[in-house]
């Protein structure tokens, strides 16, 4: 990985950036496909969201849409951009007061090359055991709180599954370690309200639009996992994967899998997903 830090190629951060101090911060992960950056206005819509709601001190926008453009260029396979922004450096405590220059970080790594692999052959999720806390304030932020997915993810390797089905805390259905869940039943499609715990993905977003007008109806909603037992078809979605088909899921405490095999909404969204 190569790292830049306000600009300069370093990947020192001082130890009293509030990212590494309280996780005071957000971030955004772009997808680099020829030389191009996959979304990035969607990307930069984003993180000025973000930094607003969470009321961080902004970078000079111009300059880091620049700043990426740049990079992307130099890139001569798909890669994976992320975005990092801090409130900055400061001492001890919680204030956040008289913060003027956020720290802003950005890196460049490989490419998931599995994510292809899992598009033509799909996946199995396992129903995690870890919830998320429920927060309306912080619902939808991409923050820099990651610690619930650091477990998540933890209990999927674990159980070498693909990826998780994740619930809050009244096991309500979320989303997944690291994407946003879609179901359909019949001409119906699904997916879970964010109002309290959970990221907006840039890809969540996107079918949203696209199912507007659509053959489909969307709606969004509180259900629990049980939802998904008898409904035709499941898929997955960030805009690195972008979106992927899931062939099963799996309980582990009940010892019960659910199978899908239908693949029609999945069909009819990729070619507006690439």
Same mark, same amino acid.
């Given at each position: 990985?190569?790292?830049?830090i306000n600009?300069?190629?370093?990947? #020192? $951060? ?25 979304? $990035?206005?969607?990307?930069? #819509?984003?993180?000025r969201t ?14 880091l ?29 919680y204030?956040?007061?008289n913060?003027?220059?956020? #720290? ?34 912080? &619902?939808?932020?991409?923050?820099? *709180?990651r ?5 998540i993810?933890?209990y ?13 805390? +009244?096991?309500?259905?979320? +989303?997944?370690?690291? &994407? ?37 109806t969307?709606?969004?909603? &509180? +259900? ?10 499941v898929?997955?979605? *960030? ?11 799996r ?8 199978h899908?095999q239908s693949?029609?909404?999945? *069909?009819?969204? $990729?070619p507006?997903?690439?």
């Amino acid at each position: 990985m190569t790292y830049w830090i306000n600009g300069s190629k370093t990947d #020192t $951060l001082s130890a009293s950036d509030r990212a590494v101090q309280f996780g005071d911060g957000c971030f955004t992960t772009l997808k680099v496909e020829r030389q191009q950056i996959v979304m $990035l206005e969607q990307h930069l #819509t984003r993180l000025r969201t973000d930094t607003m709601r969470l009321r961080l001190p902004p970078p000079d926008w111009q300059q880091l849409r620049a700043h990426l453009v740049n990079i992307a260029e130099q890139q001569s396979e798909t890669m994976v951009l992320k975005v990092i922004i801090s409130r900055g450096q400061g001492g001890r405590g919680y204030s956040s007061a008289n913060f003027t220059a956020p #720290t802003v970080i950005v890196s460049v790594s490989p490419y998931p090359h599995h994510y292809p692999c899992w598009q033509q052959a799909g996946i199995e999720l396992i129903l995690s055991p870890i919830p998320l806390g429920k927060n309306p304030y912080l &619902a939808g932020i991409k923050h820099l *709180n990651r610690l619930e997915q650091v477990l998540i993810k933890q209990y999927i390797d674990d159980q070498q599954a693909d990826e998780a089905l994740v619930v809050d805390i +009244e096991g309500l259905l979320v +989303e997944c370690c690291s &994407a946003n869940i879609f179901w359909r039943q019949g001409e119906q499609v699904y997916t879970p309200l964010l109002d309290n715990a959970g990221v907006n993905g840039l890809m969540r977003q996107r079918i949203i639009q696209l199912l507007a007008d659509s053959p489909y109806t969307l709606q969004q909603v &509180a +259900e629990s996992p049980q939802a998904l037992a008898l409904c035709d078809e499941v898929l997955v979605c *960030n805009t690195l994967m972008p979106i992927i088909p899931v062939n099963a899921i799996r309980l582990p405490e009940s010892s019960t899998v659910w199978h899908y095999q239908s693949r029609h909404l999945f *069909n009819y969204l $990729l070619p507006s997903c690439q």
